[in-house]
């Protein structure tokens, strides 16, 4: 997202979307990528395209601006996947805070296509960029735990770099193995505990906010976040 509240950490949330795409190329040369960003004031698709064709995001190309419609972004990519129908497609929701200015989606609307969604075996991912909240928030939509991760802005390349291993591992499982590979793709205790920078998983953090989308998908499967 766009929000005022992601100034102060826009430039490290915008690397690690590079070091996500540089990571999962790696592995994955087939997918394709949407990187989307989203405010009350729009919705834009900044990145669409093979990735190898990406080229790396500038902090400068957009910037912090307004209120965080959080559901209808939601809504929207979701509705973009299930139009397309990519066999396989991983979603990454990266917030610093919480909903405050959609108006038209609702927090039933979006729990039903996350289900439609699990049902699929497409992994849906919400990274807290330094907002602890994110869980509170994953599970109001009926995500659960290993979906959902809070970041310190110093972890979040390294975050992301987990999560692009973990796709790519997703989209290039057969599909035998499809369903031990979508398991696999959810966090784990330690990999939460290492991204919030808790040297256990029941330490405190301390709250604070930010948004963001993204998307990546391949010829086979579309996958994303934001």
Same mark, same amino acid.
């Given at each position: ?6 100034? #102060?950490?826009?430039? /490290? ?12 190329? /790696?592995?994955?040369? *087939?997918?394709?990528? *949407? ?24 902090? /400068? ?9 959080? $559901? ?26 919480? /909903? ?16 439609? &969604? ?7 991912? +919400?990274? #807290? ?26 972890? $979040? ?6 999560? =692009?291993?973990?796709? &790519?591992?997703? +989209? ?5 193995? $499809? *369903?031990? =590979? ?10 939460? =505990? ?18 963001? +989308? ?6 086979? +499967? $579309?996958?994303?976040?934001?």
């Amino acid at each position: 997202s766009q929000s005022m509240s992601t100034a #102060g950490r826009w430039q /490290e949330a915008i690397g690690s979307i590079n070091t996500y795409v540089k990571t999962l190329k /790696e592995s994955a040369p *087939n997918a394709v990528i *949407n990187f989307s960003i989203f405010d009350s004031v729009s919705f834009d698709e900044i990145r669409e395209c093979k990735i190898t064709d990406w080229y790396d995001v500038s902090p /400068e190309e957009f910037g912090p601006r307004s209120g965080t419609t959080l $559901l209808d972004s939601m809504d929207i990519v979701l509705e973009k996947a299930f139009s397309e129908n990519n066999a396989r497609t991983v979603l990454v929701f990266m917030t610093d805070g919480e /909903e405050n200015s959609s108006t038209r989606a609702t927090k039933y609307s979006i729990q039903q296509k996350l289900t439609r &969604a699990e049902n699929l075996q497409w992994p849906t991912v +919400f990274l #807290g960029a330094d907002f602890a909240g994110v869980a509170d928030q994953a599970r109001g939509l009926g995500l659960g735990l290993q979906w959902q991760t809070t970041s310190t802005v110093a972890n $979040l390349g390294g975050t992301m770099n987990v999560r =692009a291993m973990k796709d &790519a591992h997703y +989209f290039n499982a057969s599909d035998a193995n $499809l *369903n031990a =590979a979508y398991t696999a793709s959810g966090f784990t205790v330690n990999e939460q =505990a290492v991204a919030s920078g808790k040297t256990t998983a029941n330490s405190n953090k301390t709250e604070t906010k930010r948004n963001m +989308f993204f998307i990546t998908k391949s010829p086979m +499967f $579309l996958g994303g976040i934001t």
